[in-house]
Each structure stands twice: as C-alpha cells, then as structure tokens.
Nanobody, 123 residues
Framework: QVRLVESGGGSVQVGGSLRLSCVAS????????MGWFRQVGGGQREWVGR????????KVADSVQGRFTISQDDDKNTIYLQMEDLKPEDTATYYC????????????????WGQGTQVTVST
C-alpha cells in the first residue's frame, strides 16, 4: 500500500508562486506514474499533470502549460509541482495521485491519493 503525503499549499497573490511536494512511502520504489489533480469544492477532480518516474517524462495539462512544471527527487521519493504566475482560477485543493499500472491521468483509474493541500490565489 502506497501512502502519499502532500505539502506546500497556502495562500498567494495573483502572479505569485508555490511549490507543492508529494512524498510517497510504503513501497521499495516510487510508483510508475505520479501526478497531480485539483478540485474546486465538490466539483470534478481535474487532471493537472503527471510524471513517469522511471523515465523522467513529465506532462502537464494545457490549462497550466508554461506555468506549472513537475519534477521528482528519487532520493526523497518525492515529486514536486512548481506553480508560477498563479491565477485566481488555480485556486483549488490539489491532490497527489499515483498508479503502478496506468498513466494516472484518469481519475477513476488512480490507485492511490494523498489527502490534498489547499491553494488559494487572491487578487
């Protein structure tokens, strides 16, 4: 059983930056795919980005392309979501996701979830 713990959320003004972290534990190596989703209230969970940890191949959604990047630190079993030029529409709870079989880009197929971390962007 993989456990995911996020950190790094908070409040920031428009145009600011934040870096979210997600530490994976409970397995001898990082899950094949790790990534981020975000959710506003009770709405649908939106895919933000993912990284294939064994190939170091990262991809983010078009809505955050050019502003968000995903990276990993194998020594720390951690992935990061670096968020730049934040906008009010980025306000959401951000969830770390992981999967060892599929691409962890589809909500219903994700095996493991973190508890979420809140990001609030204000004007």
């Amino acid at each position: 059983q993989v456990r995911l713990v996020e950190s790094g959320g908070g409040s920031v003004q428009v145009g600011g930056s934040l870096r979210l972290s997600c530490v994976a534990s409970g397995s001898t190596e990082m899950p094949h795919c790790m990534g981020w989703f975000r959710q506003v209230g009770g709405g649908q969970r939106e895919w933000v980005g993912r990284i294939y940890t064994r190939r170091l191949e990262a991809k983010v959604a078009d809505s955050v392309q050019g502003r968000f990047t995903i990276s990993q630190d194998d020594d720390k079993n951690t992935i990061y979501l670096q968020m730049e030029d934040l906008k009010p529409e980025d306000t959401a709870t951000y969830y770390c996701a992981a999967d060892d079989v599929t691409a962890c880009t589809v909500y219903s197929l994700v095996d493991w979830w973190g508890q979420g971390t809140q990001v609030t962007v204000s004007t």
